[in-house]
């Protein structure tokens, strides 16, 4: 990928740039939790995005996408928005770095990824924390890695349309290879768990589906959680995000809020707490655990949160089937993948099994993915 980035770069700029990657993401549990102030446990993984640039002496930035085939030049003031969506990535993060105080100027780049889209995988937040981290250095902004993270996030706010939490930005600029890390999203406390679990591997089951209207519902999602959270912080102050309330706190509200935000509270209470008993459960090497939560947690996405999907499902319940240990939904939902935790004799039953038999219920192959856990961004 590097030489395929600086040949182009060198055709289109006549020299080379410097080099920047960054990483997709896994999850391993906790859902759903980050815009809540609650726990997650992501990792980076070995599917990233790569980026050549250098600084091009104008006021703009020429930006070319190997993977969409498309050239995109644009200007660094709010009025300069492009038209194509990849492009709005680059801007939003040059945006976002320059609200912070940080200097960018014009600069060339041609950029590709191996990220697979819309499998819940994070491709946009390896884009954004790519060049975040690259502006940072390039400019000498010295803007912490927290920072860097919400300029993705910020980015996906504002010039992007989806109200996403710090999860993916964080993930994919604190990855550390082979580590998980679990996050507190209210305090911003981290920790990395080093996780290599003996006899078993992970693997990502993609339906290669992504449904219409993914970032609405999920937006919508999020504000059910919020007006939950507004209606228990009427009895009890303290109450922030969802993440502080008591699932006491969530029956006394019941009759005021609607069915649909009382469950999905209700799902985002229970998720909060599997992260801290898997974390526990990592810690004993207790697997059986682990993959309980994950079954658990699947049945919260798709019964109560609603954002699986009749794929997602089949896959889920295959997996069962097959005594794969743990198995879910994973990332924002509506379509992409399932994480699955697998012991090693089962992997091969289980993986032509799932190829064999979505095909047959859904006229197409899924995609299979070995997990291996990676650095974030970083230059190389
Ligand atoms: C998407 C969002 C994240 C997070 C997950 C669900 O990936 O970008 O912030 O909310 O969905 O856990």
């Given at each position: 990928m590097k030489e395929r980035i600086q040949t182009k770069f060198q055709t289109l700029f006549g020299c080379e740039g410097d080099i920047y990657a960054s990483a997709g993401r896994i999850n391993l549990i906790g859902e759903h939790t980050d815009y809540n102030g609650g726990f997650v446990f992501p990792g980076a993984i070995d599917k990233g995005i790569m980026a050549a640039i250098k600084v091009n002496g104008t006021n703009k930035v020429k930006a070319y996408s190997l993977d969409y085939d498309e050239y995109c030049e644009f200007g660094l003031?709010?009025?300069?928005?492009?038209?194509?969506a990849w492009a709005c990535y680059v801007f939003g993060v040059c945006r976002e770095t320059i609200k912070r105080g940080g200097k960018v100027e014009g600069f060339d780049c041609v950029f590709a990824g191996?990220?697979?889209?819309?499998?819940?995988?994070?491709s946009s937040a390896a884009l954004e924390s790519t060049f975040a981290f690259a502006l940072n250095d390039i400019f000498q902004n010295g803007i912490d890695k927290f920072e860097l993270a919400k300029i993705g996030q910020s980015t996906e706010h504002n010039y992007c349309g989806v109200k996403c939490g710090i999860m993916d930005q964080f993930a994919s600029c604190f990855g550390k290879a082979g580590c998980l890390i679990r996050l507190n999203?209210?305090?911003l406390e981290y920790k990395y768990f080093p996780f290599n679990p003996k006899g078993y591997r992970l693997v990502l089951v993609d339906s290669c589906v992504k449904h219409e209207l993914a970032s609405s519902a999920y937006n919508k999602r999020r504000e059910s959680c919020e007006k939950a959270a507004a209606a228990i912080r009427k009895n009890h102050?303290?109450?922030?995000?969802?993440?502080?309330?008591?699932r006491i706190w969530l029956d006394e509200v019941r009759e005021e809020i609607s069915q649909e935000d009382f469950i999905r509270a209700e799902y985002v209470i229970g998720e909060m707490q599997r992260v801290l008993d898997v974390c526990d459960a990592l810690e004993r090497d207790d697997y059986e655990t682990v993959g309980e939560m994950m079954y658990q947690t699947h049945f919260g996405m798709s019964?109560?949160?609603?954002?699986?999907c009749e794929e997602l499902d089949f896959l889920n319940k295959l997996a069962r089937k097959y005594d794969v240990t743990g198995s879910r939904v994973m990332g924002g939902g509506f379509g992409g993948c399932t994480i699955n935790l697998v012991k090693d004799e089962l992997y091969e039953p289980f993986i032509s099994a799932a190829k064999e038999q979505f095909e047959a219920e859904f006229g197409h192959a899924p995609k299979v993915y070995d997990v291996v856990i990676s650095d974030g961004a970083r230059k190389l």
């Open positions: 003031n709010e009025e300069d928005k492009p038209a194509q191996d990220v697979p889209l819309g499998a819940g995988l994070s999203c209210k305090t102050p303290e109450v922030e995000f969802l993440s502080d309330a008591k019964k109560l949160y609603e954002v699986s």
